[in-house]
T-cell receptor, first 113, second 113 residues
């Protein structure tokens, strides 16, 4: 069974731009979560989607948004990029619940200049 | 609320040394416990898990036992290899007390030949 895939793997943007990241979960997994990983803050939960609806949300500003499609694929969007948004963005999928075992993708490395 | 505390790193060991990475948790319910590993430039991979007290998770020579009496889930390996160099994350989830997945801050392990 194929694992979680994320595209693109690397992105370079400038301040003020917006960016969209994509995640394809493991086949049959319906819950998709997004995390931001930085050296200073570690792993921080952004949000979780299930059945095309945001079910859980972390403490991030509204510039961070996401969506999920009927095939469980998910996208994450960051608008008006700031230097501090530079991070590794990880997507994880699980069967039904955020509390089920999370399976992670390789991440998208975003650099904001 | 629920939380995970793991030992600070970095940890440097010689090849074939014994490894222990301490992890303690706080939870009001009966959480599931996990260890994830992150190799350089990659996402997190599930290493092992335990879903109830006294369960032992094991994989690739790594072991951890769910100790409810000491609220601990310490990671151990009898003989580390250079290829074990990575960052290790302890995590917990507890559906009964909130739909969340909590990660520790990560412990960096370097194994030298």
């Amino acid at each position: 069974k194929a694992g979680v895939t994320q595209t693109p793997r690397y992105l370079i943007k400038t301040r003020g731009q917006q960016v969209t990241l994509s995640c394809s979960p493991i086949s049959g997994h319906r819950s998709v979560s997004w995390y931001q990983q930085t050296p200073g803050q570690g792993l921080q939960f952004l949000f979780e989607y299930f059945s095309e609806t945001q079910r859980n949300k972390g403490n991030f500003p509204g510039r961070f948004s996401g969506r999920q499609f009927s095939n469980s694929r998910s996208e994450m969007n960051v608008s008006t990029l700031e230097l501090g948004d530079s991070a590794l963005y990880l997507c994880a999928s699980s069967l039904e619940w955020l509390t089920d075992t999370q399976y992670f993708g390789p991440g998208t490395r975003l650099t904001v200049l | 609320g629920d939380s995970v505390t793991q030992m600070e790193g970095p940890v440097t060991l010689s090849e074939e040394a014994f490894l222990t990475i301490n992890c303690t948790y706080t939870a009001t319910g009966y959480p599931s416990l996990f260890w994830y590993v992150q190799y350089p430039g990659e996402g997190l991979q599930l290493l092992l898990k335990a879903t109830k007290a006294d369960d032992k998770g094991s994989n690739k020579g790594f072991e951890a036992t769910y100790r409810k009496e000491t609220t601990s889930f310490h990671l151990e390996k009898g003989s580390v290899q250079v290829s074990d160099s990575a960052v290790y994350f302890c995590a917990l989830s507890d559906r009964n007390t909130g739909n969340q997945f909590y990660f520790g801050t990560g412990t960096s392990l370097t194994v030298i030949p």
